[in-house]
C-alpha cells in the first residue's frame, strides 16, 4: 500500500519505494486556474498603499504557502525529536525532487538545498580556494567574473579567490546594452586577459541575470566559450532564475549552477539551490557550516547545519502547487510577467522622454528604464537618497542605479529605474511611479535637495 506524507498540510500519496509523493499536476480545465480575486487575497497581506514595484529584491510569498511555513513550524515546535528523525530529510528530499524536474538535472543528488544564492556561492568559492592552497591552482591563475556581478559575490570573490592567490578579472560590460553581442564580446576579451603572463583561467562565474543593472546574459553562449577555452569550472550565478528565466541546466552546460526560489517563485525567505554536475563530484564541496552531517555529501550537509528553522526548505512543494493554479504553470507565469514588464517599462520611458536599459528581448520580468535627466542624479549615494524619498514621501518600491556618464556625453541619462513585475502587480503601480516623476520634475526637484 502507498504510504502518505503530511509536510505542508497535506497528505500525498508516496511512491511506495522512495517516499517521494508524485509530481504535482498541472489544472486541467480552464475554471480551476487562479482569479484575479484570489491572487489579491494570496497577497493582502502586501502594504495596501505601496506601489511594490521591486519583486526582485527581496521576492514575495502567496498567504497560502505562508500558512503551510507556519504549519511546519508548529509541526517543529510541537515534537522536534520526531520531526528531526521522521520528517526532515523526507521533507528535504521533496523539496529536491522538484527541483530536479524544474531544471531538467539529471540526477536527485546533483541537487542540494541551501539558505540562498549567497550560501551556493560560498559552497562554490571554498572549493575553489581550497584549490589554490591544496597546489592543484597556481598562485594567480585567474578566475573572470561580469563587472555587474552581485556585491556579495564579488566580496565572495574578494574573500576567497583572491586572498587564496587567484587574480580575478572583471568583464567590463555596456549600458545601456543593445545586443547580446557586446556582451560575448567583452568576456572574450577578458578570457584572453586571463591567460596573459602564462596563466590559466581555472573559474568564471557568470550571472543568468544581473541585479542592477538588470540585463539577461547570454549564459548558454559564455558557458560554451569557456570550453572551448579551456576554462576548468563554470558556476552559473542565477539568483533571478527559476520563475524568471528558462533553467534547462543541461543545456546551459554549467558545472554549478543556482538560484533562489524566494524572489521569483513564491517561496518565503530564504531557500535556494545548488545545482552540481555529477561529473564535478571529485571537487569536494562542503557546506562552510559544518555540523554533523560533514563529509556525507553536500546536500545531506546543508540539509543540517544545526538547530534552526527550515521551513523554507521544506515548503517548496506548496510552492510548487500555488504556481499549478495558473494557467501553464511557471512558463505562463513568467510569459506574462516579461510582456507586462515591457509594456509597462516602455509606457513609462515614454512618459519620460527617455529610453530602457536593453532589447526587450534582453530582459527577463525586471527592466531598466531611464529617469529624466533633470532629476539630477550624479553618484551612488543620490540613488540611495531618491529610492528612500520615493518610498517614504510617496508609497513606491523601486530600486534606482546611477550610471556615470561618458566623456562628451550631453544631457546624459544617469539613473535607471529597475522595476519588476509579478503577479500580484497592476497597472495602476507603475501610472503611480509614473506619476510621481512627473510631480518631481514639476517642481524642479533634484536630488541634491535630499538630505545626506
Known amino acids: 500500500m502507498a504510504s502518505t506524507a503530511t509536510i505542508n498540510g497535506t497528505t500525498a500519496a508516496a511512491d511506495p519505494i522512495s517516499h517521494i509523493p508524485k509530481k504535482s499536476k498541472l489544472p486541467s480545465t480552464p475554471h480551476q486556474f487562479i482569479t484575479p480575486a484570489e491572487i489579491a487575497s494570496e497577497f493582502s497581506h502586501h502594504h495596501p498603499s505601496v506601489a511594490r514595484i521591486n519583486n526582485g529584491s527581496f521576492g514575495s510569498c502567496p498567504a497560502s504557502v505562508l ?7 508548529l509541526q517543529w515546535l510541537s515534537q522536534p525529536d520526531d520531526f528531526y528523525f521522521n520528517h526532515l530529510q523526507t521533507g528535504f528530499l521533496r523539496s529536491r525532487t522538484i527541483v530536479k524536474q524544474l531544471i531538467n538535472a539529471d540526477h536527485i543528488d546533483e541537487v542540494s538545498i541551501v539558505d540562498n544564492a549567497t550560501t551556493a556561492a560560498a559552497i562554490v568559492l571554498q572549493q575553489v580556494a581550497w584549490g589554490f592552497a591544496e597546489g592543484r591552482f597556481q598562485k594567480g591563475d585567474a578566475a573572470v567574473m561580469l563587472h555587474y556581478a552581485y556585491g556579495a559575490v564579488k566580496k565572495s570573490m574578494q574573500a576567497y579567490v583572491t ?15 543593445t545586443c547580446v553581442d557586446e556582451i560575448v564580446q567583452e568576456f572574450r576579451r577578458a578570457l584572453q586577459r586571463g591567460k596573459t603572463g602564462g596563466r590559466r583561467v581555472r573559474f568564471a562565474v557568470i550571472d543568468h541575470v544581473t541585479s542592477m543593472p538588470s540585463v539577461v546574459i547570454p549564459v548558454k553562449e559564455l558557458v560554451k566559450i569557456c570550453r572551448e577555452e579551456g576554462v576548468d569550472q563554470v558556476f552559473v550565478d542565477a539568483a ?3 520563475g524568471c528565466v528558462d533553467v534547462d541546466v543541461k543545456e546551459i552546460g554549467a558545472d554549478f549552477y543556482t538560484s533562489n526560489l524566494h524572489k521569483w517563485f513564491f517561496c518565503p525567505s530564504s531557500v535556494a539551490f545548488l545545482y552540481c554536475k555529477r561529473s564535478m563530484e571529485s571537487c569536494d564541496l562542503h557546506h562552510p557550516v559544518v555540523s554533523h552531517a560533514y ?5 545531506i550537509e546543508s540539509a543540517w547545519i544545526g538547530t534552526r528553522d527550515y521551513s523554507a526548505q ?3 512543494p506548496k510552492a510548487l502547487e500555488f504556481v499549478n493554479r495558473f494557467q501553464d504553470g511557471i512558463e505562463g507565469i513568467k510569459k506574462s510577467n516579461h510582456q507586462a514588464v515591457v509594456e509597462m517599462g516602455e509606457m513609462l520611458a515614454k512618459a519620460w522622454g527617455t529610453h530602457l536599459g536593453c532589447p526587450p528581448e534582453m530582459c527577463s520580468s525586471m527592466i531598466m528604464v531611464g529617469l529624466p535627466a533633470c532629476l539630477g542624479i550624479s553618484t551612488n549615494e543620490d540613488t540611495l537618497k531618491l529610492r528612500t524619498h520615493l518610498r517614504d514621501k510617496f508609497g513606491v518600491e523601486v530600486p534606482i542605479y546611477y550610471r556615470e556618464p561618458k566623456n562628451g556625453e ?3 541619462v ?4 529597475r522595476i519588476s513585475y509579478q503577479v500580484y502587480n497592476k497597472p495602476q503601480d507603475y501610472s503611480k511611479f509614473r506619476d510621481v516623476i512627473n510631480e518631481l520634475v514639476h517642481e524642479g526637484f533634484t536630488c541634491e535637495s535630499l538630505p545626506n
Open 240 to 242: 533571478h532564475g527559476i
Open 314 to 316: 521544506l515548503v517548496v
Open 163 to 177: 586572498r587564496a592567490g587567484g587574480h580575478v578579472i572583471e568583464v567590463p560590460l555596456p549600458f545601456p546594452v
Open 295 to 299: 563529509g556525507n555529501g553536500l546536500a
Open 414 to 417: 544617469t539613473g535607471y529605474a
Open 410 to 412: 550631453v544631457g546624459p
Open 67 to 73: 500558512a503551510a511555513q507556519k504549519e511546519i513550524q
